[in-house]
């Protein structure tokens, strides 16, 4: 094993600038659209008075447990002290803090009165979990900022360690606490349990580590790179790892629900006949995001191919946005439970009048909007890695330190 | 970019828009132990509609409640709904967008819901607002404690304070609250309004703050005759809304969620 150099992205600069163009050119049509929707007000999205939160919260939340998920790979080198993944430990938090200032932006842009920021920052209430979520965001922000100095800098080197258990603590208070924005609304029959915060930090893992790897794959690949088999064979072990644990989370999730009879229709209606969100459940979170991945990723011969692990990740994204859909918008357009044993026959506000769901359809504006948080967590991670050392030289087996466990050793040191 | 907040366009002749009244606006401050935000935007405060305006800070003495006795509730009748929305300046909105979408955004502080028992088919009618919980989830989640409620019991929007969030809407279970999509125009002085807050069925606060004895959809429903709603002090054992409740058996919608609701039912 070798000593792991880190190096600038040193694409040819018209590679970069374009990229950068790309990136940026995004960024500004999404200022457009936030432009449109802040000056001719939330009329022209598809959010009503019954789905509140619509694509622009998809791709906030995505992006923001993505960010939580991609500082996993530092996690598992400093704290579990799995010396394959310190070299890749930078780049991993430098996406979770490129990601979060993504993701927070679209939610920012998303508010009736975004220019009242300086309101929600100075007022907080206690008993807000959102309130809460604004320290558990801007503490990610400055504890990540912290562990990369600790990981790059040599006067940092002792802090390393437990600034890293600091991070991963709070990493994964803050996926917690986003779950449970969700988790505890009482009003709405999906979200009524507790089991959305642990539920999202499982999904968290599967996300962050599909876009920490395509990042990866794509950075190496452009400057020649190399990424050995056994680093490869880890990541890919690890993605199809935090694929069966999500889908173990959204097992029990449905179970536990299915298990309550006063949820008996929510099921019903999502699993089998809630249209949109039945179809986004079934093959975009179950199939494409899931098990197409899981066999890809096990598969003998597919798992080697550097495409088909693109693929792989690319499909834990598509199923993460599927699942964000499902799991924000899904469960608002099911209607809220206002008179048990009845039902509502006529109603002056869409209370769901003979169990219809509420009406909702993302307009242009609102997924450009979101596209925007992705382009910004992006351009962040380019820009990043172009002037910083983020980067390992190479990830070639020769370099990458050995497996520490062997098949062959004794689990335990015999009795003398 | 929000004129609209701002511009407080008086269609009420008696009062000039502005007298600011000073009372309420320290109060709104204190209630919601926020009086810092009052100095955020100086040009929202509410204004008098009528003489008398209260001088003394809001107490506890009082709950304010609405009972609404569903044998009467007639079916097909809005005249509750209409008057609220002229009370409150809803009927000054202006559609947006295709019809389908605008009967989703608009605002809505009080609906008419038929509903009908799945096990009997009994049908009965009944109006719907805020329920003003004594234990409120919107206010327990609104991120800014723009959500809050006042010592008499009504929940209310500061609209200094909301940034548009909406996650109080998520957290109602009563669904109860309305999001401004668009630009508003032409609004009452008691009621000021502005695209991206979140606006719900104050009790009439304005007529509350003014020593008036009701609210729109009380005086409107009695006017028609039916007389299925009444207002009043919860706390006072001798009030109206106190003797019937002890009268005729009534519950709360989603009692178990316990929230202590200050709206009741009968024969639901
Ligand atoms: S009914 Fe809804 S808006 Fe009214 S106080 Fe209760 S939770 Fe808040
Ligand atoms: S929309 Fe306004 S009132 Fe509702 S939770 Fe957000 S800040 Fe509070």
């Known amino acids: 094993m070798k000593r792991v150099v880190y190096r600038e992205w040193r694409i040819p600069p018209e590679r970069y600038w374009s990229l950068l163009g790309f990136l940026a050119a995004l960024i500004g049509i999404a200022a457009l659209s936030f432009g449109y929707m802040e000056h001719e007000g939330h009329w022209v999205s598809g959010m009503n008075n019954s789905v509140v939160w619509g694509m622009p919260h998809v791709f906030a939340v995505f992006l923001i447990i993505a960010a939580s998920g991609a500082l996993n790979i530092a996690s598992i080198g400093t704290v579990f002290r799995k010396p394959i993944y310190k070299p890749l430990g930078r780049l991993s938090g430098l996406l979770a803090v490129a990601m979060l200032m993504g993701g927070l932006l679209v939610l920012v842009m998303d508010l009736g009165r975004p220019e009242r920021l300086i309101v929600a920052m100075t007022n907080y209430n206690f008993s807000s979990i959102f309130a809460w979520n604004i320290f558990l965001y801007t503490g990610f922000m400055a504890i990540v900022i912290a562990y990369l100095w600790s990981m790059a800098d040599r006067q940092g080197g002792p802090f390393n360690y437990p600034i890293g258990i600091l991070a991963l603590v709070w990493r994964l208070a803050l996926t917690t606490g986003t779950g449970s924005i969700f988790g505890f609304l009482v009003a709405r029959q999906a979200y009524d349990a507790a089991i959305l915060g642990p539920m999202f930090v499982s999904l968290s893992f599967a996300y962050g580590l599909a876009v920490f790897m395509l990042v990866l794959m794509f950075g190496f690949e452009e400057e020649g790179r190399p990424i050995g088999p056994r680093m490869m064979r880890r990541l890919r072990n690890l993605l199809a790892l935090f694929i069966g644990i999500a889908l173990y989370f959204t097992l029990i999730y449905h179970l536990t629900n299915l298990y309550m009879a006063k949820n008996d229709g929510l099921e019903h209606w999502l699993l089998l006949s809630g249209g949109i969100y039945t179809f986004l459940f079934w093959v975009g979170w179950i199939l494409v995001g899931s098990l197409v991945p899981m066999w890809i990723l096990y598969h003998p011969v597919l798992s080697r191919k550097r495409e088909w692990i693109i693929g792989a990740c690319a499909l834990v994204i598509v199923g993460g946005f599927s699942a964000l859909y499902v799991i924000i918008i899904g469960s608002q357009a099911f209607p809220m439970a206002l008179f048990p044993g009845h039902t509502i026959l006529e109603s002056g506000f869409a209370d769901g009048v003979n169990g219809a769901a509420a009406p909702y359809w993302p307009t242009i504006p609102e997924i450009l909007l979101g596209v925007g948080g992705v382009a910004v967590a992006l351009l962040i991670t380019a820009v990043g890695v172009r002037v910083l050392q983020f980067m390992p030289e190479s990830l070639a087996d020769d370099v990458v330190a050995p497996d520490e466990e062997t098949l062959d050793a004794a689990p335990f040191a015999k009795p003398v | ?268």
């Not at chain 2, 502005?194 to 719900?200: L, T, Y």
Request: a negative charge; proline letters at 5%.
């Open chain 2, 1 to 268: 970019m929000n004129e609209n907040a701002t511009r407080i366009a008086s269609t009420s002749d008696e009062t000039p828009a502005s007298t600011v009244d000073a009372g309420r606006r320290g109060f709104i401050g204190t209630a919601a132990g926020l009086s810092a935000a009052a100095l955020v935007a100086p040009g929202v405060f509410l204004h008098s509609v009528a003489a008398a305006p209260r001088s003394e800070p809001v107490t506890d003495s009082v709950r304010w409640g609405l009972l609404i006795d569903t044998a009467k509730c007639a079916d097909g009748c809005s005249a509750c709904v209409d008057a609220c929305d002229r009370e409150n300046g809803l009927d000054l909105q202006e559609p947006h967008g295709s019809e389908s979408k605008w009967e989703h955004q608009k605002s809505v502080w009080i609906r008419k819901v038929k509903l009908q028992d799945n096990q009997t088919g009994r049908i009965t009618n009944l109006p719907m607002m805020c329920q003003h919980c004594e234990h409120p989830p919107c206010v327990d989640v609104c991120p800014t404690g723009a959500s809050f409620k006042r010592a008499d019991g009504i929940v209310m929007v500061d609209r200094h304070l909301c940034i548009g969030c909406r996650y109080c809407m998520m957290a109602c279970p009563y669904k109860a609250r309305s999001f401004i999509h668009q630009n508003t125009s032409g609004q009452l002085t008691a009621v000021p309004r502005g695209k991206g807050c979140v606006e719900s069925c104050n009790l009439c606060v304005h007529r509350r703050d003014h020593g008036e004895e009701s609210t729109a959809c009380v005086d409107a429903c009695a006017q028609e005759g039916h007389g299925a709603i009444v207002f009043g002090d919860l706390k006072d054992p001798d009030s109206a809304i106190s003797q019937r409740l002890r009268e005729i058996p009534s519950r709360q919608i989603r009692e178990d969620l316990v929230l202590n609701t200050g709206v009741r039912y009968a024969g639901v």
